[in-house]
């Protein structure tokens, strides 16, 4: 608790004190690219704070040109991880209540965050925004299944981060994350130490997928996942997931 406790007022002062700073720097140099690094180290500062440990897998996958990132969702603790895990700057689809923050929503709207309306059926996103992110250059992350599993194990995905590549031709990476669930279960908001793994798996190349085509697409994103997940975070069989519903 007591490491739970230190790692958010830490992530506190860090929102209050510091990011009115660096805001203002990006509004003058029109430039978010330090803005974002400082912000990832703080980030790393509350990991190391709350024991978290992770390694990266698949590096090699990451293509060189912008894509979009999409993976599992089991945990609270998923978005710091990923994003340290990624290796350059990110845009990521938060769900928009979250930019009604003050100070922190204008730095995730400088930072090229794309706010998503998740009461929508599949998430309402502007889809020339996602584009528009993409062709600077700068990778765009999704959670996949929408919201955060329940049990940690895998969810179907949502067919947006289909769309989004299929209207930007851009490549799909998929990631598996996995340990999270032990180290910050949903319902509980303790962190409790440990180390979490962070896979890339090979990127899909989307440009090959129509519109029409985008829940073939879908399947082989949650296939990949599925199969770079530990046991106790790959979906249930068929008849297993039926009889839980």
């Not at 002062?13 to 720097?25: E, N, R, T, V």
């Not at 400082?38 to 390694?55: C, H, P, Q």
């Not at 100070?103 to 309402?124: K, W």
């Amino acid at each position: 608790m007591i490491r739970t406790l230190a790692a958010a007022l830490m992530s506190a002062l860090a929102i209050l004190c510091l990011l009115p700073w660096l805001i203002a720097w990006t509004a003058i140099t029109g430039n978010p690219d330090f803005m974002y690094s400082m912000s990832m180290k703080f980030v790393r500062i509350g990991l190391r704070i709350a024991g978290i440990r992770f390694r990266v897998d698949g590096l090699e996958n990451i293509p060189a040109r912008a894509c979009v990132f999409a993976c599992n969702h089991a945990s609270n603790a998923d978005g710091p991880v990923v994003v340290l895990a990624i290796p350059r700057r990110v845009g990521i689809l938060i769900k928009r209540e979250v930019f009604r923050i003050p100070i922190l929503g204008f730095g995730m709207r400088q930072a090229g965050f794309v706010p998503v309306d998740r009461r929508a059926r599949e998430g309402s996103v502007n889809l020339d925004e996602v584009a528009k992110l993409l062709q600077s250059g700068v990778p765009l992350l999704i959670f996949a299944e929408g919201t955060r599993s329940p049990d940690g194990r895998l969810r179907s995905f949502k067919k947006g981060a289909a769309l989004m590549a299929i209207h930007a031709g851009a490549p799909i990476v998929p990631i598996a994350i996995a340990g999270t669930p032990r180290i910050m279960p949903k319902g509980d908001w303790r962190v409790h130490p440990g180390e979490v793994t962070v896979r890339f798996c090979p990127p899909i190349d989307a440009s090959q997928y129509t519109i029409e085509q985008r829940a073939e697409l879908v399947e082989r994103m949650q296939a990949a996942v599925a199969a770079a997940l530990p046991p106790e975070q790959q979906p249930l069989p068929r008849a297993a997931a039926d009889a839980q519903a």
